[in-house]
Structure formats: C-alpha cells, structure tokens
C-alpha cells in the first residue's frame, strides 16, 4: 500500500534516500526514473548537491514530489491520498495532481480532499458530512441529485469566478 498526506515524513538525509524509503533496494537510476515521474527531477538537477542535497530543506511541494516518487519506485497496487495537494500554490497543485492522476492507472485509490478536482473523475465518491455518508455516486449522478455535493461544486463555481476564469481562458 502506498500512502501520500497532505503532510509528508520527510526523514533526516537526502532526497536520493527519502525517495529510495519507496523501495530499499532500487538503483540510482530508478530513483531518478521515479522522481521524473513525480516532476521532480528537474528541480533537483538544479540544486548544488543534486540528489544528495538535504530533503528536509525543501519546499512543501517539493516534499510532495519525494512522497509521490516513493508512490513510483513503490509501485503498490492500493493508494491512500489525504489531502495530497492541501495547502500548495495552484500550479504546484496541478503538477502534483498531474503526477498522481499518472500513478493512479490501474490502481484501487482512496482519496480523501476537500478539493473537487481531485475527486470529479473518480469511479465512486462518497460525501460526508460530520460524519455521515450523505451522499454516494459519480460526479454527474451527484451534483443531478442536487444536496450537499451540488452545494459544495456550486460553490466552488463561485469562489474561483468559474464564469469571469473561463471568459478569460476561452477569450
């Protein structure tokens, strides 16, 4: 089972260990295969140490990015995400849900979030309130029912301006 929270461990060492904690006795260049694919390797490549740099000195993004690389060189067929983009920029956000959406094919995934992105494609959401299950179905059959899921995408609708974003993006 592999496991991504809003706040990651990030253990005392590099970053070439804290994502190797993903699978002990993967290679260098799997490693570095697993942080390409969490959108990480760049950023490395332009440290002073690289890969030997001290993770603990990172970005909370960036911190993402090692939980997400320790997802792939992992390789578990069971995911758990908690909050995965909580408390980052937009853009980080969408390159780490970006990542995830890459490892979650073929995969059993729960995700837990309170943002709408993360969970409008699943298979099954369920909406909790205090909780309770008060709602479970796709996204469509949902927010048709109307109650609380609808409620909350409507909202988000009119917290980010969807109409003034998408004249603005479409114009």
């Known amino acids: 089972m592999g496991l991504v929270l809003q706040k990651n461990h990030i253990f005392a060492g590099t970053i070439e260990e804290n994502i190797r904690y993903g ?11 697993a942080a390409k694919k969490a959108s990480l390797h760049e950023q490395v490549l332009k440290l002073p140490m690289g890969y030997q740099t001290e993770a603990r000195a990172l970005s909370g993004g960036q911190q993402q990015r090692i939980a997400i690389a320790r997802l792939f ?4 067929p069971v995911l758990l995400l908690d909050e ?3 408390s980052l920029d937009a853009i980080t956000a969408e390159q780490i849900k970006d990542s995830l959406d890459a490892i ?3 995969r059993t995934v729960l ?3 309170h943002n709408i992105s993360q969970i409008m494609d699943a298979d099954q959401i369920y909406v909790l309130q205090e909780g309770e299950v008060v709602g479970q179905g796709t996204h469509g059959s949902l927010y048709q029912e109307g109650g609380l899921y609808r409620d909350i ?3 988000n609708a009119r917290t980010l301006n969807i109409t003034r974003l998408a004249a603005t993006v479409l114009g």
Do not use: Q
């Not at 699978?23 to 295969?33: G, M």
């Not at 060189?73 to 578990?76: G, I, V, W, Y």
């Open 23 to 33: 699978r002990l006795e993967a290679t260098a260049d799997e490693v570095i295969e």
């Open 73 to 76: 060189l992992k390789n578990p």
């Open 84 to 86: 995965p983009t909580a």
């Open 104 to 106: 979650k094919k073929n």
């Open 111 to 113: 995700i837990i979030s």
């Open 153 to 155: 995408i409507d909202s």
